[in-house]
DNA sequence: CTGGCGCTAAAACATACCAT
DNA sequence: ATGGTATGTTTTAGCGCCAG
């Protein structure tokens, strides 16, 4: 460091812009992200120039120099031609927390380092330097020294000077034995300076100058004035002997002088820069905690913040630019491609998002704009790992959506809605697994699908179906279906296909049912319709029981009533609860007249929950206990009321390790009915779909135990 | 030796216009 | 929408000068 010589001279920082300068020539030469530079500019170059400022005040000339190396390098990157300068410079400068990406403004940071003198010089009792400051310049009272007046040769501390009064505002004062606060003149009370709250009181004190050790007594204050007081000036001594009279005396520590902004009252430079930059952006706490602390890597989270400050080079951006390009959203191939667009309101991004939304809330509603969207993206409940993989969601979706639009771009290759929902996914569950986040909702762990014809438990973990644990068992909705046909029709209750009649409102309220005759239907077709009907009656009206079904203590359940689509209307009792209850004692199926052709099979197939447990028991030990926790219902039949709670309360009576048992089950029943099929389509556009189809011929040749080995 | 004054160059600030 | 550049205006640091 260049003692001695003009702290306005440009030498003194030569050394600095041109290390910095160094390092980006190198850093330059390589292919960086947007979050690589980010992290480079706030690890190394900020860091660069930090000695030398923390003596000398920085000149703006070298600031700006500064400013535009790591303003272009910021966004150009290692290219050659100038990039976008996409979001102004102090916005950029802004802590992470309120919006911006924590690049330091140097003037503040210099201000602050600076002031560090200032917090010394009251610190340290007997310092040399402090010794030779005060010889030079005087001491104006203890706590700092006199203004500056001279005009040559002083130049640096009159700069660490000037910035005492910002100090001294944001400090208090914290008073011990009193001996270098002055009674008067220093706002040591906490309400503000004496002398200008009681100005006709300061007026006739006899020392303007005394301390409080001069002034307090352990009998309390001893206040000398000129004269005696008039009667107009009692009030105003009365009043300030109320606001001085919580003083709690003295005590033997010295006077110090405490930071305002913190209960701890320590200075550090880092909490001065902070507040400095604060008090230049204003209060505005945005949702960018959301970005910053979700599991994403650094590059994405950068990505996010742009996209989340509206500013992502898309189309509407680059027209903006003056760049004339015809512009059309790449996923929809509608809209004009805005930032709100692309990322929250085209179709295909809406999608995406509903893969989420649905399981957070059934009502939830797209914000306007993608900081919106941030601010009220939050989980509410949960631990804190998912809540970080909850803020994640955003970032994922964001950035895959845009590198989808890039691909489509530049490369002309396209990805289906399935394959960008599939690519979210895993990205999601990639991050979380790199950063040891255990996300619970994260690909559903457990998958038991309670499809039409045919009921399937699957374990599902880090997105892989565990084959060896599948396990199925031909009892299923259509089963339940057919039961209570059968168990209608022994009642007297025939279902007429809504094909067979005709139905006419004579009267407002009176309805007469004609009854056609359509000979040429085919058995199966009525049976089809019949079965819609009954699986309409079976979803709602039906309710798991709580307990298993035993006839005796159903037998005076209350009837809930069913309208049939003919008129006449059917007191369904008991079977409400018998039906669903096969899912769990399969070999009720005995007990209902019609159903012998599977009374057989039924007595030695086990119940939905020892089907679970099965399942379990086959997968590795260590994930049992995961699994158990995180059960997921799909397919129609899951929608049936009290179904995830009978699952849950039976699981727990009979999961050995009494471990912690949840069932989750979408909380949009159109998802949960559909969800199977979405899985499908999923699956139907993932690449290793070629080898999981064959045709008709390769079926007939193997028959139908082949779907099961082709596609486990 | 000190304080005040005024000059000058440089810095800082403001504005307009252009490029990306 | 942002930064760069040119240009003009205002402020300030630095310094000499001079009277007291």
Known sequence: MPLGSEHKAGKIWDGIIEKTEKKLAIWKSQYLSLGGRVTLI?????????????????????????DALRRNFLWQGNKIEKGFNLVKWPVVQQSKEIGGLGVRNLKVHNMSLLSKWLWRYNQEEQALWKEI????????????????????????????????????????????????????????????????????????????????????????????????????????????????????????????LAWGHHKDGVFSVNRL???????CAGRSIGPWNTIWKSVAPAKV???????????????????KRGINIVSRCLLCKEALETNKHLFMHCKVTAQVWALFTSIANEYWTMPEHTSDLLSCWIKRGGSKS??????????????????????????????????????????????????????????????????????????????????????????????????????????????KPRYSFKRKE????????????????????????????ASDIKECVSR????????????????????????????????????????????????????????????????????????????????????????????????????KERLEKDLLEESPQAARVKVLASGNATERRFSVWIGGSILASLGSFQQMWFSKSEYEEHGASYVQRKCP
């Open 273 to 279: 820069y902070n507040w400095g930059l604060k008090r």
């Open 42 to 66: 706030n690890s190394v170059l900020d860091s660069l120039p930090t000695y030398v400022m923390s003596l000398f005040p920085i000149p703006s000339s070298i600031v700006k120099v500064l």
């Open 544 to 643: 798991a029981p709580d307990t298993p079904y035993d006839d005796s203590s159903y037998s005076n359940i209350p009837t809930t009533s069913y309208e049939l689509p003919d008129g006449q209307t059917i007191e369904v009792g008991a079977d409400r609860f018998k039906i669903p209850d096969i899912l769990f004692n399969p070999s009720l199926v005995q007990t209902i007249p019609g159903m012998e052709s599977f009374a057989e099979t039924a007595a030695s197939l086990r119940g939905l929950p020892q089907m679970v447990i099965d399942s379990i028991n086959k997968c590795d030990v260590d994930i049992r206990r995961e699994l158990f926790s995180s059960i997921l219902l799909a397919g129609g039949t899951s929608s049936m009321q009290q179904l």
């Open 506 to 533: 004579i009267r407002p309220g009176e309805f007469q049912t004609v009854d056609l005759d359509f000979p040429d239907t085919t058995e199966s077709y009525k049976l089809y319709c019949q079965r819609a009907i």
């Open 301 to 319: 989270k950068c990505f996010t913040w742009l996209v989340a400050r509206k500013k992502c080079l898309t189309h509407e951006a680059m027209q």
């Open 386 to 495: 998912q809540k970080r993989w909850w803020r994640t969601v955003p970032a994922c979706i964001w950035w895959i959506i845009w590198k989808e639009r890039n691909q489509r771009i530049f490369e002309g290759k396209e990805c289906t809605i399935q394959k960008i929902k599939w690519k979210v996914i895993t990205t999601l569950g990639f991050w979380c697994k790199e950063q040891d986040i255990e996300e619970e909702i994260q690909l559903v762990d457990f998958i038991g699908s309670l499809g039409g014809g045919l009921t399937t438990v699957a374990p599902v973990h880090d997105g892989y179906v565990l084959q060896k644990a599948v396990c199925t068992s031909p009892i299923g909705g259509g089963i339940l279906t057919d039961c209570l046909i059968k168990s209608l029709e022994q009642k007297g209750i025939t279902i």
């Open 133 to 256: 400051i005060n010889h030079k310049y005087g001491q104006e009272d203890l706590w700092c020294t006199s203004e500056v007046n001279e005009t040559y040769g002083v130049g640096v501390w009159r700069t660490i000077r000037n910035l005492w009064e910002s100090l001294n505002n944001n400090s208090k004062i914290v008073v011990g034995r009193g001996d270098k606060t002055k009674f008067w003149l220093d706002d040591w009370c906490g309400n503000g300076i004496l002398r200008d709250l009681f100005p006709i009181l300061f007026s006739i004190c006899t020392n303007t100058n005394s301390k409080i050790e001069e002034m307090w007594s352990p009998q309390g204050w001893n206040i000398i004035f000129r004269r005696l007081l008039n009667d107009w000036e009692i009030d105003g001594m009365v009043e300030c002997l109320g606001l001085i009279g919580g003083f709690p005396g003295t005590t033997l520590e010295p006077d110090r």
